[in-house]
Each structure stands twice: as C-alpha cells, then as structure tokens.
C-alpha cells in the first residue's frame, strides 16, 4: 500500500518523525508530502523542510520527500497513492482532520488513515516550536537535531 503524509513541517518534529517511521513499518511506500502553503508564514522555505526530512529519512529506503501545493486530493491523485494518513495529537486535530477527510472523501474518494500520536510526543506542534525558539528556549528535545542545527545556523 502507497501512503501519502502530508503536512506543511515546519519545522519538521520529533512527532513528525514518529508518524513517519511508524508508517515505514507498516505501508509500502511513503510519500511525506510538504505542502506549499503562501498564506502561512514559514519559518523554512518548502525547499529547506524537504531538505531536513530527506536528510531525517534517509536511512528508510520506503520513503519520499516531495513538494506540492494545490490541492491535497490533487497531488495524491498525482502519487497514485492508496491512502492518506494524518497523525492526531488531541481531539482538537481529530475535529479538524475528520473534516476534511470528509472532504478529501467527497472530492476525490481518498481515505484518509488517522495514526495517533505516540504519548511522549503529544503535545509536540511545530507552532508551538516555532514559539519557543523565538523565545530563545531549547528545543532540541521537540526536534530531530539536522533541525536545531539550521535553526543555530539560520
């Protein structure tokens, strides 16, 4: 089964990561989608996030980095893939994502694969990063360390 994990990533996070090789263990093939989102604004460019994430994969030869933007349904109609996967932290991503899984069923028939989050990563966000290190706080227990090296190298 071809999977596709999209997600803008950024940055990317251990919970991130957790999802992903999970999803290695289990699925065929792995596309981690970075999405190209220009109302957001992004602390990495897509270029860097898949940079980070092919460099944080590289040992897991069933998984893919790619860029798109547009539509979700579009770009996995694109890959070919079996299925969508999306990781839930708390209810409140489960309200959110169960939405547009709706969604992403309606527009294009795709499924969508909830994999929780595993406990010691659960309250790990890429917003909340982002703040902290803003902040000047540590991060380096929230993200894999090819991350907190751009973040001291900017």
């Known amino acids: 089964m071809k999977i596709l994990i999209p997600g803008s990533f950024d940055p990317p996070t251990n919970g991130h990561i957790d999802v992903i090789n999970r999803c290695s263990e289990i699925f065929n093939e792995i596309i981690v989608g970075v999405v190209v989102n220009p109302s957001k604004d992004s602390l990495f460019t897509p270029d860097e996030r898949s940079e980070m994430l092919v460099e944080i994969c590289k040992e897991k030869q069933n998984v893919k980095v790619k860029i798109f933007e547009g539509l979700l349904v579009d770009f996995a109609s694109s890959e070919s893939v079996d299925a969508i996967v999306k990781g839930l932290r708390a209810m409140t991503d489960f309200d959110y994502e169960f939405q547009m899984a709706q969604m992403n069923f309606n527009l294009a028939d ?31 227990a929230l993200v894999p360390s090819v991350v907190v090296e751009r973040l001291n190298n900017g």
């Open 110 to 140: 795709f499924e969508t694969i909830f994999i929780p989050a595993s406990p010691e990563y659960g309250y790990v966000s890429s917003s909340m990063v982002k703040e902290i290190y803003s902040y000047g706080g540590d991060v380096s």
